[in-house]
């Protein structure tokens, strides 16, 4: 007849001769714990690390909120309150792009601002990587904006949003002018609208199948200035 030590002992039992060690590892692997498990938590854990390097690398992107405004919808039963945010984005090497989100909460606004702005993104031509190649004029509404290139430390010579997105592009040296509407909405639009006008020394000299330095020859300078000045373009 059995007594009660034997019906209470456990289910995997020390064989003589097998250390408590080895016992141990038979429990685990009776509960699911063998090593193809512990494999693939370690795997998941390495593509989770896969992702949050991904994530440092767009932490590159430059993102700022330029306003927040309190909207409004009339539904049976009242108004219903929310949210609109505008962020302007990018990684100031000549990429910049603007978006706006609407939600209940503010956060979440922002975040769908800012998603929109990283799809849109367009690539600007910076000269010498600190100023624009040349004057600019951009308009949308009744918003109109003159961007002018400036030499080396003069600044960023723009008010509000305009200097959210010369920031965010990249431009150390500008020079703006915002005449008309002062809604962000508008200066923005219209500072895009200028931004996309800008063309460099190289595109121009592809489209019309000529060299650099012949198109900055025709100013009165020199031919070996002139390809001093061809060599030093980047963009």
């Not at 039992?13 to 038979?26: L, N, S, T």
């Not at 429990?27 to 949050?52: F, H, L, P, V, W």
Request: no cysteine; charged share 30%; proline share 3%.
């Amino acid at each position: 007849m059995a007594d009660e030590n034997t019906i209470e002992t456990p289910a995997v039992a020390v064989e003589p001769g097998a250390d408590a060690g080895e016992a141990q590892g038979r429990r685990g692997r009776g509960r699911g714990g063998n090593r193809e498990g512990g494999d693939r938590g370690r795997g998941r854990g390495g593509r989770d690390d896969r992702r949050g390097g991904k994530q440092e690398e767009d932490d590159g992107i430059i993102e700022k909120l330029v306003h927040i405004n309190r909207v409004s919808k009339t539904v049976k039963g009242g108004k219903r309150f929310g949210f609109a945010a505008l962020v302007v984005v990018g990684d100031g090497q000549g990429r910049v792009g603007f978006g706006h989100g609407k939600a209940r909460e503010v956060p979440e606004a922002i975040t769908k601002a800012t998603a929109a702005a990283r799809k849109k993104m367009i690539r600007v031509p910076l000269k010498e990587g600190r100023t624009l190649h040349h004057d600019g004029n951009g308009r949308f509404g009744a918003g109109k904006v003159t961007l002018r290139t400036a030499p080396a430390g003069t600044g960023i010579i723009a008010g509000g949003p305009m200097r959210a997105v010369f920031e965010s592009l990249g431009v150390a040296d500008v020079v703006t002018k915002s005449v008309g509407s002062s809604n962000p909405y508008n200066m923005i639009r219209a500072t895009f609208d200028a931004l996309t006008e800008q063309t460099s020394p190289k595109s121009v000299a592809q489209r019309r199948g000529k060299k650099v330095a012949d198109l900055l020859g025709r100013g009165g300078s020199s031919a070996a200035e002139a390809e001093a000045d061809a060599a030093a373009i980047v963009e």
